[in-house]
Structure formats: structure tokens, C-alpha cells
């Protein structure tokens, strides 16, 4: 099954196309935004290899969904929700532009993914995995119904912390807006 497209009032999450590459090399490059996804920064072939897997492994495989996130017509973000191993169960990962901070849209964009995983994919909880230093994301997915199931400890000596949102949990008034539009 194809990756579906996803609105809300402001986002647009639709699968990549090749055109999109020079875009999400630069969003994966911006080191504000990269400092917190996987191992941390890097390289733009690094990315550019990433970029390709999308096409090769993960849409040719029907690994999992991914998405680039628009808003007002530009690619502002990245999405995916898959299975992890760390999560035991299906998990949520996104990354918006530092142009798209502080108006909401990370809320609404996990939100969306929230929705999805219950509705579309019937999931009874979905996890997160996120840095113990991004302060920005837990406080987006504890307002939205996450909470804190147990820290790991990275190779690196950093805490990565890892979240779930039972469909239970949600508040009413966030289920009604994590319906995609």
C-alpha cells in the first residue's frame, strides 16, 4: 500500500518525489534540526544516501510510511511512523525547518502521525524516541498525551528517552485534531 497523503488545517504530508531531494538534503544539513535525529549530523552524501533509501528500500519494500510535510506549498519537515525495536511497537519521527518553529505545526504534525497510527494502522499506543536534551519535542508529545516509559542509555553516553501514547491517553480535544483532514 502506497504512503497515504495526510492533511490538517496547515500541513500537508505527502511521499517524496525525486524532486524533493535538494530539500531534504538541506533540512537533514541544518545542523539545528540534525543535531537531534539518530546519530547526530551528517555528511551531505550521507543524506543523499538516505534520501535515495526512501525510494529503494523503504517505498519499494513497503517498509513503513514516510512523508514530506508542506506547508503553504514548501517542504518544511520530514515524517515517518515504523517499527522499532527500542519502542517494542510503532514510532513516530519527525523534524521541521527551524522557519517552521514556534507556530504550532511540530503539534499538529504529531498529531497527524498520532491519528494515523490509530486509525489508519490500529495501533493501540504509539512510542517516541527522543534526545534527553530536546526539550522542544518533549514538550510537544507531553502535551499531546506521552508520557515517559524509561530512558536508554546511547553508546555515546547520551540519554535518549522513550515516550508512549496509549490511544486511551489522548485528550478529547487533541483526538478530534489528530484526525488527518
Request: hydrophobic content about 35%; aromatic content about 6%; cysteine-free.
Given at each position: 500500500?502506497?504512503?497515504?497523503?495526510?492533511?490538517?488545517?496547515?500541513?500537508?504530508?505527502t511521499p517524496y518525489t525525486p524532486a524533493d531531494e535538494e530539500e531534504f538534503v538541506a533540512l537533514f544539513q541544518d545542523v539545528s534540526v540534525s543535531r537531534w535525529m539518530g546519530d547526530g549530523p551528517s555528511t551531505e552524501a550521507?543524506?543523499?544516501?538516505?534520501?535515495?533509501?526512501?525510494?529503494?528500500?523503504?517505498?519499494?519494500?513497503?517498509r513503513f510510511e514516510v512523508w514530506a510535510v508542506e506547508a503553504d506549498g514548501e517542504l518544511v519537515?520530514?515524517?515517518?511512523?515504523?517499527p522499532t525495536e527500542a519502542s517494542g511497537g510503532h514510532e513516530i519521527i519527525y523534524a521541521l525547518a527551524p522557519r517552521a518553529w514556534g507556530?504550532?505545526?511540530?503539534?499538529?504534525?504529531?498529531l497527524a502521525?498520532?491519528?494515523?497510527?490509530?486509525?489508519?494502522?490500529g495501533l493501540t499506543e504509539v512510542h517516541a524516541t527522543v534526545a534527553a536534551g530536546n526539550g522542544a519535542s518533549l514538550a510537544v508529545l507531553g502535551r499531546i498525551g506521552f508520557v515517559h516509559?524509561?530512558?536508554?542509555?546511547?553508546?555515546?553516553?547520551?540519554?535518549t528517552r522513550l515516550l508512549t501514547c496509549?490511544?486511551?491517553a489522548v485528550p478529547a480535544e487533541n483526538a478530534a485534531r489528530a484526525q488527518a483532514r
Open positions: 500500500m502506497p504512503n497515504p497523503l495526510l492533511r490538517t488545517d496547515r500541513l500537508l504530508l550521507e543524506d543523499r544516501a538516505l534520501f535515495g533509501r526512501i525510494f529503494t528500500e523503504v517505498y519499494a519494500g513497503n519537515g520530514h515524517a515517518e511512523i515504523k507556530r504550532g505545526l511540530g503539534t499538529e504534525l504529531a502521525l498520532l491519528g494515523h497510527g490509530f486509525d489508519t494502522l516509559v524509561r530512558d536508554i542509555q546511547e553508546d555515546d553516553g547520551s540519554t496509549p490511544r486511551t
